[in-house]
Each structure stands twice: as structure tokens, then as C-alpha cells.
């Protein structure tokens, strides 16, 4: 069974960190190109972070650029999500997904729609004093 499980959200201060786990299984990550996106209510879709296997470039979203970091081991088939100088307007459901490597890794956050390729079930983070 194809399946992704994230963790690692939850409620934080502004101006705080924390890092999100995706864990893959029925798959391996290293064959993907592997992204994080968010979804906040009332909001559209964002694509944010996104990382190719083939070639471990990353592309980052403008409004996350600098705060959040987009890393990926694949000896543990997981990917992560390190987020730094959180800011109330962070506050959402994030997801992780992956496409096949015929995507970039600017392609696949730019272009991916929701249910497009293998998504999890989502983890919610919320920032808040």
C-alpha cells in the first residue's frame, strides 16, 4: 500500500521553529520528486518546498524563501520540512507529495494540484501567541 504519513506540526509562537516528517511507505522517495505544500482555510492551495531525487535541486516558494528548508533521507524514506521564523499567516494544513522525476523541482510546487500524485494526510500547524 502506497502511503504517506506526516508529523511534526502542531501550535507555536511566532518567530519559532519547527520541522515536519514525512514518512513514505510502498514506495521509495529516491524514484520522486518530493514536495510540501499547505492549504489554509479560505486560502488557495501553496506549493512551497519541493526537492528532485535526480538531482537534489530545491525550490523554494517566495513567501517561505529563507524561513523554510526542504531536506530528504532517503535511508529512512523520509522527507522533511525544517520551519523557522514562523509567522501567524504560516498557519495551515501542510501536506507532503510526491510526483514522478519527469517533473523539476520548480514544476512540481508550481504546477501540482491537489490529489496530483502521492499526498498524506496532512498535519496542522498553527502559529499563534
Known amino acids: 500500500q502506497l502511503q504517506f504519513v506526516e508529523s511534526g506540526g502542531g501550535l507555536v509562537q511566532p518567530g519559532g521553529s519547527l520541522r515536519l516528517s514525512c514518512v513514505a511507505s510502498?514506495?521509495?522517495?529516491?524514484?520522486?520528486?518530493v514536495g510540501w505544500f499547505r492549504q489554509a482555510p479560505g486560502k488557495e492551495h501553496e506549493g512551497l518546498s519541493c526537492i528532485s531525487s535526480l538531482d537534489d535541486h530545491t525550490y523554494s516558494a517566495d513567501s517561505v524563501k529563507g524561513r523554510f528548508t526542504i531536506s530528504k533521507d532517503n535511508a529512512k524514506n523520509t522527507a522533511y520540512l525544517q520551519m523557522n521564523s514562523l509567522k501567524p499567516e504560516d498557519t495551515a494544513v501542510y501536506y507532503c507529495?510526491?510526483?514522478?522525476?519527469?517533473?523539476?523541482?520548480?514544476?512540481?510546487?508550481?504546477?501540482?494540484?491537489w490529489g496530483q500524485g502521492f499526498w498524506g494526510q496532512g498535519t496542522q500547524v498553527t502559529v499563534s501567541s
Open positions: 507529495a510526491a510526483r514522478p522525476l519527469s517533473f523539476t523541482a520548480q514544476t512540481m510546487c508550481v504546477s501540482t494540484s
Open positions: 510502498g514506495f521509495r522517495l529516491d524514484y520522486y520528486v
